[in-house]
């Protein structure tokens, strides 16, 4: 038995190969149905095509959806970003170190309680959904109890999600530090419990190399090399002074990203935060290692960090994707957070398209992290992870839209004006987690 999810305009973004739009042989990645039926069943895409096709094939006593007027796309996949930063999104502070001490750490240090935890972890899924994200790369904080809480929650929605237990053991608050031993011993407790627990992963989680000694660097380096699978995410290359404060703690690397190189931390699975004040060398690496860089636009300008270089990415082939990195960010949406990245990358002479976005937000980031079979596609047997855009959300998107005379610019209107109003519902595994109060 399954939910057919019938609708006028259904989106498929495809990652076949290197092929992505925009870029040379991906003009076929992109499928677009323009009344499409997707049958979903126990959590899977059983089938998708067209609803003239499909519909004779459905049994009787299966139940439909209609989203007529909508368009679905996959669940969007949000690179990196910090739960416990939820209550301080949007506070004000001079750069990325002093924002760090004056309102991250003290935020962080409530995680010791495991109610709050769980409590914080409620309202930051339910945001994620209302956003249309379905999978994210999610930083916990130092303690334990904190990933386990997130875990906890996540599991229990059936989300497809990827987290850590932050490691940090100096150049924090004393209140916020584990050691060598305690972080990867606690590390990998958890990974054990919870890498492939569901739909649950785990990733290694060294905050940056500032926060961290040569030798939690060092055993956190042994943990991904018995542990092949799981991710690893941190920081690299935000910030001019942390750049600087990096090589005056590690002063025999070549760069700040030889650091995590050094430690057996690029590869495959490994996911670098930011990646601005990165040259060409070290992007040329991130791309032979198969590490994928998280750009988080809305950050990098609200901490005045530096602007991403996409056209560099790209010459270089680095994989990148895209990130919220929210409470550093200023939006949960991945909408907003396109809306930014266009801005971005037109200041570094490239225009970036609606469809490139989307596939960088989807089959994209699916691809870069190994779970292109899974996430980040409607293809028959990925999991049934979308979302349902409404492209007469707001007045002004309705009045855009009417006007859009090809996908891409309608795409683009959704990545321009488009927030957590414009997500109609969410899915996840087949189960519509969410749905707009003013829809329908
Ligand atoms: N660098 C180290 N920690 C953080 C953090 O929490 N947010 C951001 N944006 N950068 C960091
Ligand atoms: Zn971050």
Known sequence: SGAAVPSAATLRITASGAAAPGRAGGDDAVVYLDDGLMIVDQGRILRIGDYATLAPTLDAGVSLVDWRGRLIVPGFID?????????????PAPGLLPWLETYTFPTEARFEDPAYAAEVARFFLDELQRCGTTTALVYCTVHPGSAEAF???????????????????????????????????????????????????????PRFAPTSSAAQLGACGELAQAYQDVFIQSHVAENQDEVRWAHELFPGRRSYLDIYDHYGLLRPRSVYGHCIWLDEADRLRMRDAGALAAH?????????????????????????????????????????????AHKVARLSGHHLSALEMFYLATAGAAQALGLQDSIGTLAEGAEADFIVLDPRATELLARRTARADTLEELLFAFAMLGDDRAVAATYSAGRMLHRRADNC
């Open 296 to 340: 988080c636009p809305t950050s990098n300008q609200f901490l005045g960090s530096g602007l991403f270089d996409y056209a560099a990415a790209r010459t270089a082939g680095m994989p990148t994707a895209l990130a919220t990195d929210v409470g550093g960010g200023s939006s949960f949406s991945m909408l907003q957070t396109m809306n930014e």
């Open 79 to 91: 690179t990196h970003i910090h739960y416990p930063q939820t209550d301080m999104i949007a506070s």
């Open 151 to 205: 875990f906890a929650e996540s599991h229990a929605r059936n989300l497809r999600m990827v987290a850590g237990k932050v490691m940090m053991d100096r150049n924090c608050p004393e209140f916020l530090r584990d050691t060598a031993e305690s972080g990867a011993r606690d590390s990998e407790e958890l990974l054990r419990r919870w890498h492939g627990t569901g739909r649950q992963m785990y990733a290694l989680t």
